[in-house]
Each structure stands twice: as C-alpha cells, then as structure tokens.
C-alpha cells in the first residue's frame, strides 16, 4: 500500500529564503506524485506533478521538486519565498497508472516572515 | 458550473442525527472522490467515484458512512447517526480521468455537537 510523509507539520522561513519541504513515499510500484496547495479560505489546488517523465518538475509559482527514487523523496523547494506563498502544502501519491486514489500526507503550513 | 460545487458549506448538527452532504463536480467529470480533512490531520481518503461505480470504498470509517453518486454527476455522502468524531471538514474533487488533475470544492464543515 501507499503512504507519505511530510517531514515537518510547519515550516517557516524569511521573505526571499529558500523553501523546502520534505516528502517520502512508499509504494510497491512506481508511483505518481503530487503537490497540492490550500491557501487560506480556499480549495486545494495543483502546485505541480510528476508522472514518470522528467524527474525534475516544475509548477506554479516558482515552485519545483525533484522526484528521487533511490531516497523515497519528492521534496518542493522555491528559490526565494514570498508573502503570498503562505499555505498548507499536501504532499500525495498514487500507483502509476492513474486509477485509483490519490493518497494525500499529513500536510506543511509554511509560514513567511517579512 | 467552473468549479466543484459543495453544500451546505457549513452543517451543524445534534449527536444521532443523520446527514447529507452533496457536491456537484465540474460537468465533464467522469472521477469523484470524497476526502475528510480533520484539525491537524491530513486528507483521508473516503471513496472513490469512476461514473456512477465506486471501484475503491476502502476509506469509509463505518457502516455509518454511504455516498451514491447518481448520472455520473452529482454525489451525495450521508452520515448516519453522527458522532462528535465525524466533525471535519467534507472535501470532494472530480477530474477529467483518473487522478493526474482533482480539482477540490471549498468542502463542507461539519460539526457534532
């Protein structure tokens, strides 16, 4: 079976600070991977994916992540974070083949200070 | 509709009373899924929706919990007899196929009092 884990329940960093926030997953087949946001007051939405193509992958916002399969890891990282980037992260998995569900993580609230 | 519509979006309720929470996915949509997220908590999966079939019902905590989804649209997840631990907020998502892109409804907040 899937799972995630997401290192970190909050994270906070300066304006203009790298963001990185953590992911593993386990899974018996390769597995598809999600980062989804949730600001406040609003549905979650896609931030970026990786589904057997590149291994780097880049979303909204200046955001990326680098899918690692010798560590388990799918971690985000933005170079230089913004106000507006304050959220809640949720890292997800799903077995490739995209059936089935989506199997989300614990969540990271990152918090920017100016 | 542009989005996935939920109501109500927010539902108080008494201790043994049962509940239904309804959500309208974007037109289109042959996937729906059905997630709870409670304070602190990540998204737990509840069901899963391919046209009006649920393949994968595995996260429903209890017999307490049903959700139909009927002309391959509009879903309804009931709660019977609530209890107070069943208080969270109800999220529902469709995608075009599969899950390479859920788009999420505002959910409905649910409390038991």
């Known amino acids: 079976a899937q799972s995630v884990t997401q290192l970190g329940s909050h994270v906070s960093v300066s304006e203009g600070a790298l963001v990185l926030l953590r992911c593993n997953y386990s899974s018996s087949v390769p597995p598809y991977l999600f980062w989804y946001v949730q600001y406040p007051n609003q549905g979650l939405q896609l931030l970026l994916k990786y589904t057997s193509a590149a291994t780097l992958v880049k979303g909204i916002n200046g955001f990326e992540a680098e899918f690692k399969k010798s560590e388990t890891s799918f971690h985000l990282t933005k170079p230089s974070a913004h106000m507006s980037d304050a959220a809640e992260y949720f890292c997800?998995?799903?077995?490739?083949?995209?059936?089935?569900?989506?199997?989300f993580g614990q969540g990271t609230t990152l918090q920017v200070k100016p | 509709g542009a989005g996935v519509s939920q109501s109500p979006s927010n539902k108080v309720t008494e201790k043994g009373k049962d509940v239904e929470l309804r959500c309208d996915p974007i037109s289109g949509h042959t996937a729906l899924y059905w997630y709870r997220q409670s304070l602190g908590q990540g998204l737990e999966f509840l069901i899963y929706?391919?046209?009006?079939?649920?393949?994968?019902k595995s996260g429903l905590p209890s017999d307490r919990f049903s959700a139909e989804r009927t002309g391959g649209s509009v879903s309804t997840l009931t709660i019977q007899r609530t209890q107070q631990e069943d208080s969270a907020v109800y999220l529902c998502?469709?995608?075009?196929?599969?899950?390479?892109?859920?788009?999420f409804g505002s959910g409905t907040q649910l409390s038991v009092l």
């Open positions: 929706f391919q046209g009006n079939s649920a393949p994968d």
């Open positions: 997800a998995v799903s077995e490739a083949g995209n059936t089935g569900k989506l199997i």
């Open positions: 998502a469709s995608s075009l196929v599969g899950v390479e892109k859920l788009f």
